[in-house]
């Protein structure tokens, strides 16, 4: 087996120092070269939520279960994978490892937990001030002796690795992350949908350990995967100060730059390190409690501290690039903005020489028609007005007056229609805010938890 050393650090939230709040996180980490050859990381983050008040409990016991239950697991399996004239079956499979980490370890764990927690509360029963914490819904399940390990719920990352296999399971929120030897990072254990924000799953939960997502596994034989160079467990306290967009690339830069100083200092140096890392993202970060745990192989570390280092400086060569790039793309859309807003101009300036072309038109039309209308008109009295008599000589001609009569409306009547309308249709400029229409969007959204008893129990951090 690879030389792998563990390393864990736990530091208390600032916020809970400074509301007298105890540190709900807890970790662990060993390594065991005698009989048995494993090395051990477990984070575990008790909720924040005022019905978890013994969340800070129930966060040692699922790490102490968990190392336990990771030991007895790999003791047991070890003499399948050891040579042996006797031996006659082959090693287990992935899949039966696979298996069997479920029903024996992961089990175990999760039982053993609700065990330590019954057993505790027995010995020592809720307190008035305890119960206070509560909501008013879990105070009466409590006082009714209801949902006991509700108070004690907690989140739990573990993992481990030997001369033959290596795996990690994780129930709740945090993170497990994986440096390979290719030189890239992976998050293994499949994330759990209702871990979202600051609501989380738990060990707590009644069906967590039948519940699809309830406790996520990752197992890989060394055979037939190479084994990572390191293994970095966190709590949300780590994780939640990165963005949720791209959070596994600032984790992997993260975690990158730890296994750097592993390979370029002394591995004691580079835990006290971690020490005062842990302490900033606790105290001067989001400032909740902080666990970072795992384990290293420090020889694989300095093999691949020139791979990093060279992406290191590729990443800050494209980071220079970018300035200019994007320089060049504002002066690109500034340019096609100001193409667009002439075209836009020009469009409308032959929009209106159009219209202006079509008013002028009508309007010669309209007074054509007037002055044959008019011409007409008066052809029509001018007939009226002389009436000639054949018997009469020329010379002799009489002009005869038309008889007085009524005018006629339709021969004077100005026809219905005549004349231009010109209107236009009320709008907003987009490119104008003043007439842009307001918005006023208020999105909110409340993550409720199950009040139904044998449901799973979201905790709010």
């Known amino acids: 087996m690879r030389a792998y050393k563990s390393f864990a650090v736990t530091k208390p939230g600032g916020s809970h ?63 399948l994978f050891k040579p042996g004239k006797a031996k006659k079956s082959p090693p287990p499979s992935r899949k039966d490892l696979e298996k069997a980490l479920f029903e024996k370890l992961i089990t175990y764990t999760v039982r053993s937990w609700n065990k330590w927690v019954w057993e505790h509360y027995e010995k020592n029963p809720f307190t008035p001030p305890e119960l206070e914490k509560a909501s008013e819904k879990y105070r009466a399940r409590y006082e009714n002796g209801a949902n006991i390990s509700k108070a004690y719920g907690t989140s739990l990352i573990a993992a481990a690795i030997t001369p033959h296999y290596w795996f990690g399971f994780h129930i709740g929120d945090g993170r497990l992350t994986v440096l390979t030897l290719d030189g890239k990072s992976q998050q293994p254990v499949p994330w759990d949908p209702e871990c979202y924000l600051n609501v989380t799953t738990s060990i707590c939960d009644d069906n967590v350990l039948t519940r699809e997502f309830g406790v996520r ?20 306290g780590v994780d939640d100060n990165y963005p949720v967009e791209g959070n596994e690339k600032h ?33 001067k970060g989001k400032g909740d409690d902080t666990s970072i745990a795992g384990f290293v ?24 690039k970018k300035p200019a790039e994007v320089e060049g793309k504002e002066t690109a859309a500034s340019q096609n903005a100001q193409e667009s807003i002439a075209a836009y101009k020009k469009q ?35 007939e009226r007005e002389l009436v000639v008599d054949v018997d009469v ?13 009524e005018p006629d409306p339709a021969e004077h009547a100005t026809p219905e229609g005549t004349g231009i309308a ?40």
């Open 348 to 382: 409308m300036n032959f929009a209106k020489g159009g219209l202006l072309k079509k008013i002028t038109l009508a309007i010669c039309l309209v007074l054509a028609g007037c002055v044959i209308g008019f011409s007409l008109t008066w052809f029509v009295l001018r």
């Open 251 to 283: 984790l992997f830069k993260l975690y990158r730059t730890i296994a750097m100083t592993f390979a370029k200092e002394s591995f004691d140096s580079t835990c006290e390190q971690l020490e005062g890392l842990a302490n900033a993202f606790a105290t």
């Open 17 to 79: 120092v400074k509301n007298n709040i105890p540190c709900q996180d807890d970790s662990f980490c060993a390594d065991y070269k005698k009989d048995t050859v494993v090395s051990i990381a477990v984070v575990a983050d008790g909720h924040g939520d005022g019905n978890c008040f013994r969340s800070d409990v129930g966060a040692n016991f699922a790490v102490q279960c968990a190392k336990s239950g990771i030991y007895n697991f790999v003791k047991d399996h070890e003499e």
């Open 393 to 405: 000589a020329p010379e002799y001609q009489l002009v005869i007056p038309p008889l007085p009569r």
């Open 297 to 320: 192989d420090a020889k694989a570390l300095k093999k691949m501290a020139p791979v990093w280092q060279k992406q290191i400086v590729r990443e800050e060569t494209e980071a220079a």
């Open 217 to 236: 596994k990752f197992l890989s034989l060394n055979a037939e995967t190479p084994p990572p160079v390191a293994v970095f467990l966190c709590t949300d």
């Open 422 to 461: 010109d209107g236009g249709a009320a709008g907003f400029d987009p490119s104008d805010p003043e007439t842009a229409p307001e918005t006023d969007q208020d999105i909110t959204g409340d993550a409720e938890i199950p009040e139904t008893p044998g449901e799973t129990e979201n905790q709010i951090l």
